[in-house]
């Protein structure tokens, strides 16, 4: 693992950049990549404080206080994971700044990925709510290329991570319901933005998987699960919700435990574009 550097802002790195006499195209895009991670460390920051802040409501109060503690782990484990990819970003970036230009190097090719973009994650273990808890990490592969522009920017068999954001069994909650909800936070090392992916059971064994769009997905949260008439149709905060076809558990296993099996790949939708710099 990279050791973790103190965090230095933007300006100190253009410093070591001015320092030379010519900026490399690679070191150019180093600096807009650090950039934008430190971006990603400012917003999902503002995310945690907003969910730490207690405001988020709902009719039942167990829900809505389970669903927020949930929400504040994962999200204290992204800053976390954030903060040592932005150090990284940083880092490259002086070092790149710092070293002197080629005169006949090639110019790195950057094709951004757009929102939606599909991402079907392999899982490297089924993940369950007997053993995962929110904030935990978990790690997986891509299933499939990534193409874009005829470009290939991530292969299949790329590593991936994600994180835990609400691990409660079914019945656990106290409209009966329970739920096991992932999200793909990076790709090789790359921050990115997705949906959360949410599996919403009973203890009769019902079994109904969605996903949800949209920054930390708080208020949609609370929504599925403070639904004490089960409709499940509709969310708080403007995220988008939709079925996670072919993900749920049959119906008529009464089984309390929430799994998303390793079986079958996870599918994780982009949701802010992301510029990625192709490696040669």
Do not use: Y
């Not at 992204?78 to 490259?92: H, L, P, S």
């Not at 069994?169 to 090789?188: F, K």
Request: one cysteine or more; a positive charge; aromatic letters at 2%.
């Amino acid at each position: 693992m990279h050791p973790m550097i103190p965090r230095l802002s933007l300006a100190a790195v253009l410093t070591f950049a001015v320092a030379c006499n010519h900026k490399s195209e690679a070191a150019i895009q180093a600096e807009e990549a650090a950039k934008s991670a430190e971006a990603k460390v400012a917003q999902l920051e503002q995310q945690l404080a907003e969910a730490k802040s207690g405001k988020a409501t709902g009719d039942d109060a167990e829900t809505v206080q389970h669903v927020t503690k949930s929400q504040v782990r994962a999200l204290e484990r992204q800053v976390a994971d954030a903060k040592k990819r932005a150090a990284v970003k940083q880092q490259e970036a002086i070092t790149l700044a710092q070293a002197p230009a080629a005169k006949e190097a090639p110019k790195p090719v950057v094709v951004e990925v757009p929102m939606g973009t599909k991402l079907e994650i392999s899982l490297a273990r089924d993940l369950t709510t007997e053993k995962d808890q929110a904030g935990d990490a978990w790690e997986g592969t891509l299933a499939s290329d990534v193409v874009q522009d005829g470009k290939l920017v991530w292969s299949a068999g790329t590593s991936a991570r994600g994180v835990v954001t609400q691990s409660a069994p079914a019945g656990r909650l106290s409209n009966g319901q329970g739920a096991l909800g992932i999200r793909l936070t990076e790709i090789a090392g790359v921050g990115i933005d997705t949906d959360t992916h949410v599996v919403v059971a009973t203890a009769r064994g019902e079994r109904n998987a969605k996903f949800i769009g949209g920054g930390a997905a708080l208020g949609a949260l609370i929504g599925i699960l403070a639904d004490k008439k089960n409709k499940n149709d509709h969310a708080l905060g403007g995220a988008a919700i939709g079925a996670a076809a072919g993900t749920a558990a049959a119906a008529g296993t009464a089984d309390t435990v929430i799994r998303i099996l390793a079986a079958k790949p996870v599918a994780f939708s982009l949701t802010a574009p992301e510029k990625v710099t192709l490696k040669k």
